[in-house]
Structures are given as C-alpha cells and as structure tokens.
C-alpha cells in the first residue's frame, strides 16, 4: 500500500523502548489505522487474527502468559510469532519474558515496552495512525487557525493569500501552511490540514521573497496541524457578477467527500482581507453555535412587514 507510516515514527512518537536490539526495525510499514489485542490468539484461536496490526499486550495478557507453564508459553510463542505481525507492545512498563525476546528475534519482529498504561496508549496510537493514514490530497492555498476556526484561503496565484495570512499572523492568528496544504480526511465529518515537512513555516512574500514565520513570530504564531471549518475564495472583483449580500444559504466545497462552507470574497482596492477573514470566522463560529444573523435580520423584515399590514388594516 502506498499510504503506511513507518514503524520508525511510532517508536519515536510514542518513545518506546526498544526490548529486542538487535531487530532491524526501520524498514517495516503499518498500512492499518488499528491495533490489535491477541488475547484470544495467546489461548489459540487465530482465526480472523488481525496480524497486519501493532500486537498490544496489556496487564490481563500478561497475566495469562504468567501463570502458563514454560512449555506452554513456547507453544504459545511459536504459533503468534509464525505470522508476519509488524511488532509487539508491551504497556504498562511491562517487560516480555527472555524466551519471548529470543523467540521474537529469531523472528524478526521487534518488541517494545511503554509505560503508558494500556488504554491510553491504545487510544493515543490509535488517533494517531488514523490522521497519519487517512486519505490526503495538496491543494494550493493558505491554511491559517483563526480564532480556533480552520481557514483555507484559496485563490489564484499572486491574488494575496500570502499576504492576508502575514497579515492574520500580526493579528495574533497562527500559520498552519502557505502555498500547499496537505488536507487529510479523519473522518466522515472531519478533514485535517498541514505543511509539508520542506515548507512548514514559511511564506513565500512576492518582491520579498521566504519568511520564515516562527523564527520571525515565535512559536505562539504556528500550529502543526488544524481541521478545516471554513474555506474562503479569494477572486478578482467582476461588476457584472452578483455576490450574495445576505448569507441566507450556505455554499459548499467539498474535499475527498466531505463538505466544508465555501465564501467567495472578492478583491477590490481598500479592502481589509485580514478583518474579513476574522469577522467570517467568527460569523462561522456564532452560526456554529446556533446564531444566524443573516436569519436574525430576515426575521425581523418579516415581522416588521406582518406588523405594517396590520396597521394598515
């Protein structure tokens, strides 16, 4: 599968202790967001085991391989270790036992140990390989957390993303990318933005060239990674194009399937990008949170019509 994460990355993410030295690791690919608890494999049963996953063993495992005998244990041993399993945690700063170490490096497949206890590292692990692995796509724009709402500026090349974000940053706001954002789909309602590796925290400024914006604005000016609420579509000014004055009815874009409110913004001389995309963030926010002024106001006209006929009857 072309979408994996290297087992390299979850040993240093999650600092896991390596139990078998003398494995080579590095190379070895988790293609699945999910891991697996072999308990019913360690009494035999294997049917439907999910040995493409991480092997968590846990205190209730450990206890049922300790009180099994050293026959039974080998026995035991030798049945999970025959399948190709990309590695073993033991939680809980649980140790393997010197035959299971042996056994496994003859094997090939790497053991590790974390103190974490057992539920938060399996949910942890299990967050965390669902973001990693979830479906991506680029797309060209600038991804900036305003007010803790997602933003995805689009736009035509040269039109001012860069400069609105620079912009937004001085404001307080923080950069996730400039230029291209890594969009990731976690969920059927969730898609996560980033930089990639080369580019996280730059800006590239025409006439003046890259920034560098979290040695330029501290760290409190960046953020790694941020869902994506809102997306604003930043176009030339066109007279003869009508632009929705209300907001009545929400646009949509949508991105590997899932829908995210789209605002077309037209760009004319004068006009305050930064202060739109902060108001337009924090209009998404109050609409989030049940509040609709373009609603409010409709509203309002309607009763004040309902109350001048009435008077004028």
Not at 9 to 14: A, G, S, Y
Not at 92 to 101: F, M, V
Not at 259 to 269: E, Y
Request: glycine share 6%; charged share 30%; net charge negative.
């Amino acid at each position: 599968m072309d979408n994996h994460v290297k087992l390299k990355q979850i040993v240093e993410r999650f600092e896991l202790k390596n139990m078998t030295p003398d494995v080579d690791y590095r190379k070895i690919k988790i293609c699945v967001p999910d891991v697996n608890r072999p308990a019913l494999q360690l009494t035999g049963f294997f049917e439907h085991f999910a040995s493409e996953r991480v092997q968590i063993i846990g205190h209730v495992e450990d206890a049922f391989l300790t009180n099994k005998t050293e026959e039974e244990r080998q026995k035991i041993y030798d049945m999970l270790l025959a399948y190709d399993i990309p590695c073993i945690v033991f939680c809980r700063g649980l140790k393997p036992d010197l035959i299971l170490i042996e056994k496994a490096t003859k094997a090939g497949i790497p053991i590790f140990s974390s103190d974490v206890n057992t539920s938060t590292f399996t949910a942890e692990i299990i967050r965390w390989l669902n973001v990693e692995l979830a479906p991506c796509i680029s797309i060209h724009g600038v991804l900036v957390d305003v007010y803790g709402v997602g933003v995805l500026i689009m736009g035509e090349s040269g039109i001012g993303k860069s400069e609105a974000a620079l912009e937004l940053i001085k404001r307080g706001h923080r950069l996730v990318s400039d230029d291209v954002v890594e969009i990731r789909k976690v969920s059927d309602d969730t898609l996560v933005g980033k930089a990639p590796d080369i580019t996280r925290h730059f800006i590239e400024l025409r006439g003046i060239g890259i920034v560098d914006v979290k040695m330029l604005f501290g760290v409190q000016s960046v953020r790694e990674t941020q869902t994506i609420d809102l997306v604003i579509t930043l176009e030339d000014w066109n007279r003869d194009k009508k632009y929705d004055r209300l907001g009545l009815e929400e646009e949509y874009t949508e991105f590997l399937g899932n829908k995210v409110v789209c605002h077309q913004l037209p760009i004319r001389p004068g006009r305050n990008l930064a202060i739109i995309v902060e108001t337009a963030a924090i209009n998404h926010r109050q609409k989030s949170m049940g509040y609709n002024a373009a609603q409010e106001l409709y509203k309002r006209v309607q009763e004040n019509m309902a109350k001048r006929k009435v008077e004028e009857e």
